[in-house]
């Protein structure tokens, strides 16, 4: 009788882990951004997510090391060289709004021309 | 940076240390930046251009106000052709820049000014400044605009110049654009006349995998361009031959034919190039037929990393003149940035 409450309680255990992660995934949806930067644009350099939604943005270069900020938010990273490998960023925009994200690195004489705007809106009433 | 070995056809090899840059940056606060250029050329300043020089290419402050609105201030480059403003030596082919970006568009071409720059959405992004114009005083027949430039050095602004570019970003490894330059460059000269010059040009570049292409066409127009002459030569005693129109054009394109994160890359290219700096003259004079030029330039380019490029090219160059014969060259390069 005890080993039967053991396996009961190990299988209500499980289900509600299950439940959880399930509850989890849904109420939190990843979307992935894939971003080419390059001596001097991001491409693309305007980007769309929905408030709430976890942004998982790819960074590659196709030149020389470049760097991600997002102004306002707490990301920095460098972007390898070409060749060099993925830098990953998560991020999860709290409001609604237009974030502009920028290189982060001197990386040549147009440094400045390196922006780019990531377009933040609530989510569609239902979603 | 970079330094080259080249050796012309019947002339002494030679080995240049051409130019050594140091680009430096200042963020004031999140709207507010500054950029700045220094470049020594050849190595060795001793006052006159021959022996070297020391340019402030760039030293501008960035105003940040929108994505599609910015204002810039300062020594800026001009935004014309593929060149100019994406001049660092691992980013093009060849050891020494393309002719049509030496004599049809000065590069590098900077001067002071200001101006406004932004993305408007879908890929577009503009440019446009007000600058100070070309003296055309210095203007020659085999050189075009080059001497012309004032490079913030005390620059007349009676009469200043716009200059302005449009650029396609949108498609990933794409880049197509065009710009335009506008002045009245006769300042020099008294009593002042105007001598009004128009310059353009289209580009665009273009990646997918390994392969690489580039193509760009530029013109000059110089209106008074009889004018101009005659009053070079009352105060040279030399009759510059200036021209009416200068164009140009040329098409690159490149392979990679090696790719590795360990090894590095290699690519070979080939380029064609035409530069006519005395296209169309003034009545009464005779085109200089020796700077009627076009040129093949196949090389290849080695990245042991992708900010250092080891380049090696064959340059063959053709003229129209019967008499001047044209230079061929083998170039060896050397070119780094960080």
């Not at chain 1, 998982?56 to 060099?84: E, Q, W, Y």
Request: proline fraction near 5%.
């Amino acid at each position: 009788m005890r080993a039967f409450k053991l396996v009961a309680l190990a299988i209500a255990a499980l289900l509600v882990s299950v439940v959880l992660r399930a509850a989890a995934q849904t109420t939190v949806p990843e979307q992935v951004i894939d971003i080419a930067a390059e001596r001097f644009s991001f491409n693309p350099s305007e980007v769309r997510a929905t408030m709430g939604t976890t942004l998982r943005i790819r960074l590659t270069s196709d030149d020389t090391m470049h760097g991600f900020r997002i102004v306002g938010a707490n990301v920095n990273v460098a972007i390898p060289k070409r060749n060099r490998g993925t830098a990953v960023v998560t991020f999860r925009p709290e409001k609604p709004g237009r974030y502009t994200f920028e290189c982060s690195r001197l990386c040549g004489a147009g440094h400045s021309f390196m922006r780019g705007t990531l377009v933040v809106t609530e989510p569609e009433p239902g979603q | 940076m970079d330094f080259h070995f080249t050796k012309p056809d019947r002339l002494p090899a030679e080995l240049d240390f051409h130019r050594f840059v140091l680009l430096f940056a200042h963020q004031f606060s999140d709207r507010i930046r500054f950029v700045g250029e220094l470049e020594l050329e050849h190595a060795f300043v001793e006052g006159l251009e021959d022996a070297g020089e020391l340019e402030l290419e760039q030293a501008y402050v960035d105003f940040l106000l929108t994505r599609a609105f910015n204002v810039r201030a300062g020594m800026v480059l001009m935004p014309m052709g593929i060149i100019n403003e994406r001049h660092e030596p691992p980013v093009f082919y060849g050891v020494e820049r393309p002719l049509v970006d030496t004599v049809i568009l000065p590069t590098t071409w900077f001067e002071v000014g200001a101006g406004v720059f932004g993305e408007v959405g879908r890929g577009l992004r503009y440019r446009a400044y007000v600058t100070s114009p070309l003296n055309a005083l210095e203007f020659s027949a085999g050189e075009g605009l080059r001497e012309g430039r004032q490079r913030g050095n005390r620059t007349n602004i009676q009469k200043p110049a716009v200059t302005g570019r449009v650029e396609y970003v949108r498609v990933r490894g794409l880049t197509a654009g065009a710009g335009f330059w506008a002045g009245e460059s006769g300042f020099a000269f008294q009593p002042r006349f105007d001598v009004p010059v128009r310059v353009w040009e289209a580009d665009a570049r273009f990646a997918r995998g390994r392969f690489e292409a580039r193509a760009e066409i530029a013109g000059v127009h110089i209106t008074e361009a009889g004018t101009l002459n005659d009053a070079v030569a009352r105060v040279t005693g030399l009759n510059p031959n200036v021209a009416e129109r200068l164009r140009g054009a040329y098409a690159e394109g490149a392979y990679r034919l090696f790719s590795s994160r360990r090894i590095g890359d290699v690519a070979a290219f080939v380029r064609y190039e035409n530069a006519d700096t005395q296209n169309r003259m003034p009545a009464g004079y005779v085109p200089l037929k020796a700077f009627d030029r076009d040129l093949w330039a196949f090389g290849a380019t080695y990245w042991p990393d992708p900010d250092v490029a080891i380049k090696v090219d064959y340059v063959r160059e053709r003229n129209r003149s019967q008499v001047v014969p044209a230079p061929r060259s083998f170039n060896i390069g050397l070119g780094w940035w960080f």
